[in-house]
T-cell receptor, first 110, second 111 residues
Framework: KQEVTQIPAALSVPEGENLVLNCSFT??????LQWFRQDPGKGLTSLLL???SQREQTSGRLNASLDKSSGRSTLYIAASQPGDSATYLC?????????WGAGTKLIIKP | DTAVSQTPKYLVTQMGNDKSIKCEQN?????MYWYKQDSKKFLKIMFS???????INETVPNRFSPKSPDKAHLNLHINSLELGDSAVYFC??????????FGSGTRLTVV
């Protein structure tokens, strides 16, 4: 049974710092891995999609990596801004469904 | 705009009522889903439909019944609503290997 874990559960850093969010999964048989952002009381915004054959994807200040063999993905945020404050969710596409981590709540202090 | 749209955005209703949430996608995706986000913010799949056929039906009370009239629509009907049904319900769609797109969610409050 696929399980997804995200560490840390919460993170608070000063503006301008670079940071890394971690995601691990137990079964390497995945179609892809997707990172989402959720603002309080809002919906789910897709940030990056990494296909199972890919090692990383980049979008602006965000870079996500995928290592299927070790069951790990990282989301790197460069030069963090207060607007980056949100909950970041990692989800693994496995067997016709997304299996979710519990999220990392990120606070960027001005 | 290409998107997954679900209505209503908010739904407040009394225990015992029957309600429906509608979802439509214009992305041409083959598969649609309903996910539930509980008070602890954990997301869990409820149903998955591929080309109008049910392919996943997780352990969900049979008071919840999905209906897919065509592959662009997946509605969720809930009978005899209970307090514990209060949650945010997300509709989503996907295409093989293409990632998922989510609707903005329906916040259901049962009083």
């Amino acid at each position: 049974k696929q399980e997804v874990t995200q560490i840390p559960a919460a993170l608070s850093v000063p503006e301008g710092e670079n940071l890394v969010l971690n995601c691990s999964f137990t079964d390497s048989a995945i179609y892809n891995l997707q990172w989402f952002r959720q603002d309080p009381g809002k919906g789910l915004t897709s940030l990056l999609l990494i296909q199972s054959s890919q090692r990383e994807q980049t979008s602006g200040r965000l870079n996500a990596s995928l290592d299927k063999s070790s069951g790990r993905s990282t989301l790197y945020i460069a030069a963090s801004q207060p607007g980056d404050s949100a909950t970041y969710l990692c989800a693994v596409d496995s067997n016709y469904q997304l299996i979710w981590g519990a999220g990392t709540k990120l606070i960027i202090k001005p | 705009d290409t998107a997954v749209s679900q209505t209503p955005k908010y739904l407040v209703t009394q225990m015992g009522n029957d309600k429906s949430i509608k979802c439509e996608q214009n992305l041409g995706h083959d598969t649609m889903y309903w996910y539930k986000q509980d008070s602890k913010k954990f997301l869990k799949i409820m149903f998955s439909y591929n080309n109008k056929e049910l392919i996943i039906n997780e352990t969900v009370p049979n008071r919840f019944s999905p209906k897919s009239p065509d592959k662009a629509h997946l509605n969720l009907h809930i009978n005899s609503l209970e307090l514990g049904d209060s949650a945010v319900y997300f509709c989503a769609s996907s295409h093989l290997m293409g990632g998922y797109t989510f609707g903005s969610g329906t916040r259901l409050t049962v009083v």
